[in-house]
Structures are given as structure tokens and as C-alpha cells.
């Protein structure tokens, strides 16, 4: 079970010399969830970065990692300018690359302010648990995982959709937030974003199919990822995450995201592909 702890333990990577490193995964087994790739690889680009902070990263999963396994991050300092620097970050298992990266990092600067306004929104303490509605489901289908929920998510989330995973329109709208002190440290306020930026993603284009995760047949799987941070925030306060789907099309879902912090500022965009495919009985 996957802890807050047991996070903040995961994003801490070992150093292997030169700009490599290693990383644990958060346990189980299975499939390592994209989210925490996308983060460990941040840090380890953080790594190599003094000064500047992240302000765009995209990605591809390449292949399934193994959450029972280490994986080993190479870093490529690919450009160090005055006002961006570039990595390249390759994560790998069994000398097998895994999921590619790269990402931008920009010195602090002031310049032109403009967002578009925060949606309408509920407000976090009136919604349910993510924890609540998943028990909800689980047990409703008598799948065996009912009984064994417990409520130990490093992340908190919220979601005003009443109907879970089932079926509805394809957007969703949650409130997120880590539950365990952070810091005053903005690099690990980005990774933890990060992580954030793959949860449950992907089935805001299952939710027109009426599909769900646990769907009997069903074949899903993030295919490539980007991130954009516009502006530094405290990721202890709740943010709302909105996401849409503007198409379904043969085997893959597009998804789109953007992330306010609590006072309505628009703090990062995301934009994800992913398999959705229902194998023939």
C-alpha cells in the first residue's frame, strides 16, 4: 500500500555516478504507474539543475515497467543556456528503456500575465472521497478488492463526479492535494504534481464508453505525456483538476488537463494519449 512515506521514499533517487541513478518503485506488483515515472524522472533532472525551474516536460512510455523492480535514470545534459536548459532523461530496467523525457527548465523571470479564468467549481470539503467513491464501486460489483480499501493514498482527492468511473460525459473535475508536509522546496513541489499529473487521466476518455479500469476485456495504458508548469504553487493546498476528452478514435483516448491552485491561478496544463482497447471475450 502506497503511503505517503512510501512516496517521498520512492522520489528519493540513489546516485550512481555521473548523471545516473536509481529508483525503487512504490511496490506491488504489476505495472509501475506512469505518474511515478514522470516524477522520479523530474528529479532526476532536477539533479542536474542549479537554479532553473521546470516549466515543460513531454514523455513517452515505451514499455511496461515492473513495480517489482529498481529503475535506472540516465540523464543527458542536452543544452545550458542563460535563460532555458534542456535534459534528456531515459529510464530503464534490465538495460531496457522504459519511458524517454525531456524536459525545459527556465531561470526565474518576470514578463506578461494572462490566464483564462477558473471554471465553476464545488467545493472540496462538500465532495466525497476518490477513496469513498472507489469502495462505493468495488463493492457495489463485488469485486474482491472492496473489502481490502483502506484509505492510506498519499494523495488526497476529492471528485465531484457522483457516478465514479462508470459512465458520464467525458470531463472530470477533483480536487487533489499530498496529505504529509512538503516544504519549502519548489522542486519537490513539481514532482509531486508531476505524479499527479497521470492520476486517473486516461479514464476521463473511458467515461462516454461506460468503461472503467477493471472493465472485463479491457486493455488501457498512457502512450505519451506533457506537462506544463506556468506557475510555482504549494501542492499541500487543494487544486482543482479539470480534464476533457475530445476524441476517442480505433484504440487510443486523447486527454486534456489543467490544474488551479486553490486562489484560482492556473498553475500547470496537461495533455495525454492512451491505449484504450476491449480484447474480444
Known amino acids: ?36 515515472v514522470v516524477a522520479q524522472a523530474l528529479v532526476a533532472a532536477y539533479a542536474t539543475v542549479e537554479t532553473f525551474l521546470c516549466n515543460s516536460l513531454h514523455a513517452y512510455f515505451v514499455r511496461a515497467g515492473d513495480a517489482a523492480k529498481p529503475i535506472r535514470f540516465e540523464v543527458e545534459r542536452t543544452r545550458d543556456g542563460g535563460s532555458f536548459v534542456n535534459r534528456r532523461v531515459r529510464a530503464l530496467q534490465d538495460s531496457q528503456l522504459i519511458f524517454d523525457m525531456i524536459a525545459s527548465f527556465q531561470a526565474p523571470a518576470e514578463g506578461l500575465e494572462y490566464q483564462t479564468p ?111 508548469f506556468h506557475r510555482p504553487t504549494n501542492f499541500n493546498d487543494w487544486h482543482l483538476f479539470q480534464t476533457d476528452t475530445p476524441t476517442t478514435s480505433g484504440t487510443r483516448g486523447m486527454v486534456r488537463g489543467a490544474l488551479y491552485n486553490i486562489d484560482g491561478r492556473l498553475v500547470a496544463t496537461v495533455a495525454q494519449e492512451g491505449l484504450i482497447r476491449l480484447r474480444k471475450a
Open 1 to 36: 500500500m502506497v503511503t505517503s512515506q512510501r512516496l517521498m521514499q520512492t522520489l528519493t533517487l540513489e546516485p550512481l555516478g555521473g548523471d545516473a541513478f536509481s529508483a525503487r518503485s512504490e511496490g506491488g506488483e504489476g505495472r509501475i504507474f506512469g505518474g511515478q
Open 118 to 228: 477558473m471554471p465553476d467549481h464545488a467545493d472540496p470539503q462538500t465532495l466525497p472521497s476518490f477513496f469513498e467513491q472507489r469502495l462505493k464501486l468495488f463493492q457495489s460489483s463485488d469485486h474482491p478488492r472492496g473489502a481490502a480499501l483502506t484509505d492510506t493514498m498519499p494523495i488526497e482527492v476529492r471528485t465531484a463526479d457522483e457516478q465514479g468511473e462508470i459512465v458520464g460525459p467525458p470531463t472530470r473535475e477533483s480536487w487533489v492535494r499530498f496529505r504529509a508536509p512538503i516544504g519549502p522546496d519548489q522542486r519537490l513541489h513539481d514532482s509531486l504534481l508531476a505524479y499527479v499529473s497521470d492520476l486517473n487521466v486516461l479514464s476521463t476518455a473511458m467515461r462516454p464508453h461506460g468503461l472503467y479500469w477493471h472493465t472485463k476485456g479491457l486493455q488501457s495504458a498512457s502512450l505519451d505525456h506533457a506537462l506544463w
